[in-house]
């Protein structure tokens, strides 16, 4: 007997209608409800009484935002980063229950203490806030989220010997993000195109990676080699290995690119690839570029539309190196900035354990002289409960230098991070020191704060800048003292705030000051935003008609920007975006108009007006996601010139099962899954939906090391006679591996039978109905229908009538069936024996 999914059946029976109760609960879930009232205010009861709702649910939400009681499928966050969705329970008080289920699903210790007992031991509710109170839990009904700020000690420890983890296998990968824009304007034409690529293979557990950069700029072209390395766990060490062109990431010192060795404990497995707490924030002022750089490296680069962007979850080279920002429009201006480490450190700790790297450096201090060997260690050690230490040295021929680093937990909420630098540049016989200090905390349930300072001596040097001349300008411009503070603070009633600010002063007497400030409220039938952008002390390329059109640098005195956004929802995913801005003397305001029309296709065409020139922008753009790539089309034309953009981004895996490609890029561990030959089924991942290929194959771009996940195929996008066995697949693999995940299809053949007997009269009610082995199948219904479950061959079936008789039925299954219909019809005589 065939076991079928009856998801879809369920779902066609059941009447698609959404409950009062879930309004009630959806309506005080979102920002704008207020944080008190008494029983009943706010609601209509009556027409509570009248849908047989209780008047008491307007007590149970009257308070703040909750979820309901009981268990619901909702996102988690973990100290910032994603992990995906998770089925969590709630207790009657709307509280998070610490279920097992979802303590795995986070990586998190599992205490002994249970505070709520059930019958079902998966669902009892663990003690974690008795066992560590300076958790901080916050429920987002309304987005349908859980986030989860946890101390480090709460992280449970990869279990790198667990014999449950899937690994091994073999697949190559290539991963690209081609962007481009071609502009052509009264003062001449501007091409820009670049392409990031990314191609490896993983064997064995070993993760084999090539990365780089390919830029043409008005024609002048460049690559940049980023790294290339091999690397693997270590059971026994508890570590992972890398060797090959590589990047530092010793939580003492500045990355380096290093061509080497290096050990390191893995301490973010929980953590999906690329995620961490560094955010760029700023505003465009036009379609523009944007350029991220570390320890010199250009690590992200991609094209975001005119007004604020903020990007998040940077693949960074290390945690202790500043981010180098550059914002590039389309005409070749430039505006620069940086995102200070220190901002950013604090909130990633060092995961405790042994650091080393050996290796020749990459780039040259001097270039009449051969690249240093490098050798740095460095060890992270816990202190107590809340504390940790760490301590480090490198060296090379003709430098030194120590760090040391201490952070600590007080007060249950406030996280502190110190760190001090000494060195020595032999050479010219310099030393100096570099101290940091960071806060952060969650002031409460709403509001986070951050504040960092950085300070350095003039004789203080990097391993990079050692035995340079101290009477270098590129010296004297390093920063001397740098500052940055944060906060972030949600009220029901006045909205979001957003605050982030960063003060530079330089041994040359420059300061920079970079300033990103927003507000957000919603109302009942829009949202407003305001936005202010400030630079000052920077510089950025200006236009020269004097100089033959050329761009030149110049000073940024104040580089004020302002905005005000207003978005009206349209219903559905279409909204209106209308804004006017000011940057300087220069007054914009404009009005767009975008739409999410399905899984593949997004859309915004726009118009815009200069205030100040009286001159009008045209403006589309056109996102596409054809199952297995991203596309990104846009154009601009304004009495200036006209311009062009695009990008093209996704992943190609071959493995043993052919080619599959990918909208997304492939990560270090990844997966096949094949839902028989069906193409064309969405599967749901934790990085992503994906869909099947012409051969029911699909990638699963990334999978967390060394935690469940979970794949489901959505039966709603299989063809109407597909079933599965198993929708929900269930796994956790090992770093590096390459995953197979097949989900077995049933494909069904249900044909309804309109059988009659030979003077033409239906076959009667109730009759019973056999196979040829005179199995019971099913029973005639009203008219002489038989309806057949199952008929992929020709059948002979027999009729029991009521007067003892029998007849035979003679079915043929006939031409190839429908995939996208239900079941067939056909109708057959019933001759007597």
Known sequence: MINLSSNRLLASLWPCRPTLLMGVATLWSLPGALPALELGEGFDLAALTAHGIDPKVSDYFRTAPRFREGVHVVGLRLNGNPLGLVEARFDAHGQLCFTAGLLDKAGLVKPSGIIQETADATQACHDFLGAFPNTMVRLRPGNDEVALVVPTQALREPQWEAGHFARGGAAALFNYDVQGFDSHSRSGASRFVSAYTEAGFNLGDWIVRSRQYYVSDNGEARAEHLNAYAQRDIGALQSTFQVGQLSSNNPQFGGLQLSGVQFFPDGQSRVPAGSNNAVVEGLAQSQSRIEVRQSGALIHSTLVPEGPFRLTGLPLLNGTSDLEVSVIDVRGGTRSFVVPAASFAGAAPAAPGYYFALGKMRENTHEDAPSPIVAMGSGTWGLGRDSSAGFGLLSTDDYWA????????????????????????????????????????????????????????????????????????????????????????????????????????????????????????????????????????????????????????????????????????????????????????????????????????????????????????????????????????????????????????????????????????????????????????????????????????????????????????????????????????????????????????????????????????????????????????????????????????????????????????????????????????????????
């Open 402 to 833: 120590a760090g040391g680093t201490l952070s600590s937990v007080f007060f249950q909420r406030v996280n502190v991070g110190a760190r001090h630098n000494l060195s020595r540049d032999s050479l010219n016989a310099v030393s100096g020191s570099r101290s940091s200090l960071s806060v952060s905390s969650p002031v409460s349930a709403d509001m986070d704060l951050s504040l960092s300072a950085t300070t350095q001596t003039r004789g203080y040097r990097e391993v990079l800048e050692a035995g340079r001349s101290s009477k270098t300008d590129e010296l004297d411009s390093r920063f001397k003292h740098q500052y940055t503070a944060g906060v972030s603070w949600i009220d029901p009633a006045l909205g979001a705030f957003s605050l982030g600010y960063m003060r530079s002063n330089s041994f040359d007497g420059h300061t920079t000051e970079h300033l990103f400030a927003s507000w957000n409220r919603s109302f009942s039938h829009a949202d407003v935003t305001l936005i202010a952008d400030s630079q000052v002390g920077g510089t950025r390329k200006r236009h020269d008609a004097t100089q033959g059109g050329s761009w030149r640098d110049s000073a940024l005195d104040d580089d004020l920007s302002v905005r005000l956004q207003v978005t009206v929802p349209l219903g559905g995913d279409r909204r209106v975006n209308s804004y006017i801005s000011r940057r300087g003397d220069r007054a914009r305001a404009g009005t767009a108009l975008t739409e999410r029309v399905n899984d593949y296709v997004n859309y915004e065409v726009g118009v815009e007006r200069d205030l100040s020139a009286r001159e009008q922008t045209l403006r589309g753009q056109l996102d596409l996601m054809p199952r297995y790539t991203r596309v990104g089309m846009g154009v601009s034309r304004n009495p200036q010139g006209t311009d062009y953009s695009g990008q093209l981004r996704g992943g190609v895996v071959a493995h043993g099962g052919g080619l599959t490609f990918s909208p997304y890029a492939v990560q270090d561990t990844f997966g096949i899954v094949s839902v028989g030959d069906i193409g064309a089924a969405k599967i749901s991942t934790p990085h992503g939906p994906v869909w099947t290929d012409f051969s029911g194959q699909a990638v699963i771009p990334g999978l967390p090391a060394y935690t469940d996940s979970r794949i489901e195929v959505q039966t709603q996008s299989l063809p109407k006679r597909v079933d599965l066995k198993n929708g929900t697949h269930t796994l956790a693999a090992a770093r590096g591996s390459v995953n197979s995940v097949a989900f077995d299809v049933v494909k069904v053949r249900r044909v309804l039978v309109t059988g009659t007997d030979e003077q033409g009269r239906p076959l009667p009610q109730g009759a019973s109905v056999f196979d040829k082995n005179n199995r019971f199948l099913t029973s005639v219904v009203g008219d002489g229908m038989i309806f057949l479950n199952d008929m992929n061959d020709s059948q002979a079936l027999r009729v029991s009538l009521s007067d003892s008789s029998t007849c035979q039925l003679r079915l043929t299954p006939g031409t190839q069936p429908d995939n996208d219909t239900f079941y067939q019809t056909t109708s057959a005589v019933c001759h007597g024996r």
